[in-house]
């Protein structure tokens, strides 16, 4: 089984502070992709990762996939509360068209 | 938004009844999957499916059953629920243009089970 850890779990922050969340395998991954997830609704797609060391941006959302493709971070710069909520990465899982998660970082932004 | 319909979206059931659950498309997407969700533990995947009557099992799939019988439809049965299964149901869909698709979420079903 291809596993993804997200850390940190949990995050409380100020409105306008920088913060950086990952997601980790031990595995090698050919892709992964980022989702947020608001209360109430079923998570939504950020962005797609698929070259080692690539970089995305989406506005204030910068996405990284690591060299080895074995991990991914996401930096959100000057947090705004609307940014609060459940981030999760996802890769293929053991068999190609699995989509396996990682457990999720919850992220609260206070005014 | 993606067409994609769960029902119900709020049940609550006695220990040892069974129940199921149904995701309703109208994107003519090809895969289809089953996920719960639970403090801590992020998206699990129960079943997913390939296509009509193609499904496989994922890392949670002891207790469920699935079928799809028609394309647009993805249903998932607790054949005999327990308190375990007391949960956040997810359905999702994919399309078939290879590993960096997108998938759309339903908006999920929240089962109690008593």
């Known amino acids: 089984t291809q596993l993804l850890e997200q850390s940190p779990q949990f995050l409380s922050i100020q409105e306008g502070e920088n913060l950086t969340v990952y997601c980790n395998s031990s595995?090698?991954?050919?892709?992964l992709q980022w989702y947020r997830q608001e209360p109430g609704e079923g998570p939504v797609l950020l962005v797609t990762?698929?070259?080692?060391?690539e970089v995305k941006k989406l506005k204030r959302l910068t996405f990284q996939f690591g060299d080895a493709r074995k991990d991914s971070s996401l930096h959100i710069t000057a947090a705004q509360p609307g940014d609060t909520g459940l981030y999760l990465c996802a890769g293929p899982g053991r068999a190609g068209n699995m989509l396996t998660f990682g457990g999720g970082t919850r992220l609260m932004v206070k005014p | 938004d993606a067409g994609i319909t769960q029902s119900p979206r709020h049940k609550v059931t006695e220990t040892g009844t069974p129940v199921t659950l149904r995701c309703h498309q109208t994107e003519n997407h090809r895969y289809m999957y089953w996920y719960r969700q639970d403090p801590g533990h992020g998206l699990r995947l129960i079943h997913y499916?390939?296509?009509?009557?193609?499904?496989d099992k994922g890392e949670v799939s002891d207790g469920y059953s699935v079928s799809r019988s028609k394309t647009e439809d993805f249903l998932l049965t607790l054949e005999s629920a327990t308190s375990s299964q007391t949960s956040v149901y997810f359905c999702?869909?994919?399309?078939?243009?290879?590993?960096?698709?997108?998938?759309?979420f339903g908006q999920g079903t929240r089962l109690t089970v008593v």
């Open positions: 990762v698929v070259t080692g060391g």
């Open positions: 999702a869909i994919r399309g078939q243009g290879g590993l960096n698709t997108e998938a759309f």
């Open positions: 499916s390939y296509g009509v009557k193609d499904t």
């Open positions: 595995s090698v991954f050919s892709s």
